[in-house]
C-alpha cells in the first residue's frame, strides 16, 4: 500500500498558521446523490469570497471525486470544511462510516505482488495526489476523511495551480471524462479500447499531434504496439515518455507528441498511471487464468503417469506431456546400475528435425549437452545449456534417488518464465515417481513370475502314446495359488495332479509350495490317493496358516490294449471335461471336502477310461470365473468350447482353450488360469 503523505493527522477546525483573514465554511451534507453538486456550490462561494478563483477548475474537480466517494462507499452524512486565506485553499471532507481510512494504491509506488481489483475509490485520490499540494487522512472522533490543500502562489510568486487559469485549460468535466474512462470487458480488446480511449483524450486535452502506448507481457514477442492516435511521436525533445507502472515480466510506455511542459507532463503521467492499473488487472487475471490452467495440466499429467505401470510406456509418455505446451523438444534420459545417463525417450515439436535431435544428445565431450546432463543429475540441480538446443534440464528424483534428468528445450520466441520453470520442475517431480513406480511394479511382477515359476514343473513328461500339455496364465504383480503337477506313480502309472491355494502373494505360494512338495514326498513312499489327499489336508490344518486348498487328483494307468485307466479324487475341485473321439463330451469325477478346512474329509473317487483319440480336461476356477461384465464363462461354455477340439492334439486343445478363455472378456484376467489336458495318443 501506498503510504499516507507526511501531512497526516488530526485537524482543527482552524488550520495552523490561520490569521484573521481566513475565510472558513462547514455544512452537514446527506447521503444524496445531489450532495457533489452541493460540495461544490459551498467550495465555489468560498472561492469567490475570497478571491481565488484562479484555484477553481482543480478544487472542483478534487470536491466532486472526494464527496462522490464519501456518498458511495461510506453511505453515510459527510461533512465538508472549506478554508481559504492567501495561501490558498483546504477543503476536508468527513464521512463517519465504522473502521481506518481506506490507504489506497497512489502512483508507482506499489510493489505488492498480491493486489487485487483496483478500487474504483483509489480515482479519487490519484487526483488528490496529482493535483493537490497537499493532503492527508484527518481523524475527528468518530469521523474520518480526506483533506487536501491547494496553494494560490508558487515559491516564485507564480500563480502555483497546475492547471493554468487561461483560455486553453481543460474543463472541468474533460478532466472528469479523462479519469473516469474505463473498460468493463476483461479481454484484449476492451484493453485496447481503453488504451485508445485514454490515448485519444489526453492528445486532446494537450494538444498533442498524437501518441502511442506499447506494452511489453513477457511472452517472448516484445513491446508490441496496443494503442496510437494520430501520428507517431518523434524522437525529440518535444516527446513525452512515461513508463508504465506494472509489475514483471510486464512493461511498457505511454508516448505523447507534445513538448513536457504546462500540465501536459502531469497529465501523461496521470494517464500512464490510469491505464497501469488496468494493466496491472490484466497481468493479474492473466496470471490467475495462468495458474488454473498449469494446476489442470498437472492433475491431467498425473492422471495419465498413474495409469502406466510399464516403464518404457511411462518414459515415452513423459515427452509427449511437455511437447509443445511447455518446449521444443524433450529427452528423458535415466541411469543405469553404473550411473550413466542412457537415453530413453525422446520427442520434436518438429518430426522432421527428431533425427537431428537425437544425434546431438548423443555427442560427447566436455561442452555437449550430455555433459551438463550428467551434471544435473550428478548435482541433483537444474542446469542450462546454450546453443544448439539452448534449454535446461532438471533432475528427476524419486525416493531419494536420482533417476535421471529431463530435458526441455525452448521455443524459438518465447523463454521460459518463473511459472514455467516451476510446472517443469513438478512434471519432473510427478514423472520421476511415476517412473520408480512402474519399476518397482515391474520388479515385483518379474518376482512374482519367477516364484510362479518355481512352484510349476519346468516341463511335463514325455511318454509314449499319452498326452501331457498344460497352460498357465499368471495374473498381476502378485503370485497365484494355482499350480499342476505330473509325476511318475509306479509302473505305467503317472499322476496328474491339478490345484489352487486360496488367496495370492507369498504366504499362498508358501501353501502351494507346501501342498506340492508333500505330494511329490508321498508319492515317493508309494501311498495311495486317499492316504495322498488325507496326509496333505493333515499338513494343510497345522500348517496352512488358514488357507485352504482344492484339488483335482488322478492317477493314470496304461493297459496292454492300448486304453489308459483314470481313477479321479476330486477334493473340493471342479469336474474334469471327458472329449471322446468322437465329439461328445461330459463332466466327470464326485464333489470331495476342499483340503484344510476340516479334520476329516471325504473324497469318493470316479473311474473313467480314455481311449484312443479321447481327452480329459482339468482346469482351476480362474477358467469358470472368466468375467464379461456381469456374466462368467462358466463350466458350460468350457464344455461348448471343448467339443469342436475333439481328435486335436493336447498342446493344441491347451492352447485353444487358453485363447477362448482369455478372449471371452477385454478386461484383464482377475484370478490365474490353468488348464492340463491328458489324452490317449495311442
Known sequence: MHAVPAEVGTRTSIPAGATSGTLVRRARLPNDR???????????SVLEEAGLDGLLNEA???????????????????????????SGLTVTVTDFAPGPVEQLAVGPKNESPDIGEVAERGRGLLLVDHFASRWGTVHEGDGKGVWFHLDHHAPDGTDGSRIPATADTPSLGALTGLLRSGSDRQTDEGLADLAHDLLSRLARLTGAAGGVLRVDRGDG??????????????????????PLSVHRPYSGELELDAAPVGYAQSLAAMVAERFSLHLENDRLRRADVRRATWITFLAEASELLAQSLDVNLTMALIPQLVVPRLGQWCAVHTTDAWGRLQLAAATHAEESTLANLHATLAESGPESILARLEEASRLGTQVMFGAPLEGFAVPLVARGARLGTLAVGRHAKHRHDADEVAVLEDVARRAALAIDNARIHDERR???????????????????????????????????????????FGEDRWLVVVGDVSGKGVQAATVTGLVRDVIRILVDDGKSLSEILQRVNRTLVQRGGGRYCTLAMASVTRHSDGSLRVCLHLAGHDRAVLVRNDGRTTFVGEGGTALGLLEAI???????????????????????????????????????????L?????????????????????????????????????
Do not use: C, K
Open 34 to 44: 445531489r450532495t457533489p453538486a452541493a460540495a461544490r456550490a459551498l467550495v465555489r
Open 602 to 644: 471325504t473324497s469318493p473317487n470316479a473311474e473313467v477310461t480314455l481311449l484312443a483319440g479321447d481327452s480329459l480336461i482339468f482346469y482351476t476356477d480362474g477358467v469358470t470365473e472368466r468375467r464379461r461384465g456381469r456374466e462368467l464363462f462358466g463350466s458350460g461354455r468350457l464344455r461348448e468350447a471343448a467339443a469342436p
Open 221 to 242: 514477442m516484445g513491446r508490441q504496439l496496443l494503442a496510437r492516435y494520430g501520428r507517431a511521436p518523434r524522437d525529440n525533445a518535444d516527446t513525452i515518455r512515461v
Open 60 to 86: 472542483l474537480l478534487l470536491t466532486t471525486e472526494l464527496s462522490t466517494n464519501a456518498v458511495v462507499h461510506a453511505n453515510t452524512d459527510l461533512d465538508i470544511e472549506v478554508t481559504a486565506d492567501t
Open 646 to 682: 475333439a481328435g486335436y492334439p493336447a498342446d493344441a486343445m491347451a492352447a485353444r482353450l487358453r485363447s477362448t478363455t482369455i478372449n471371452f472378456s477385454v478386461e484383464e484376467p482377475r484370478d490365474d488360469i490353468a488348464i492340463l489336458v491328458l489324452r490317449n495318443d495311442a
Open 446 to 488: 518379474t518376482v512374482a513370475r519367477t516364484l510362479q515359476a518355481s512352484l510349476l514343473p519346468p516341463a511335463l513328461p514325455h511318454v509314449d502314446g499319452i498326452g501331457f500339455a498344460a497352460e498357465y496364465v499368471p495374473t498381476g504383480s502378485e503370485v497365484g495359488g494355482d499350480f499342476y503337477d505330473v509325476m511318475p
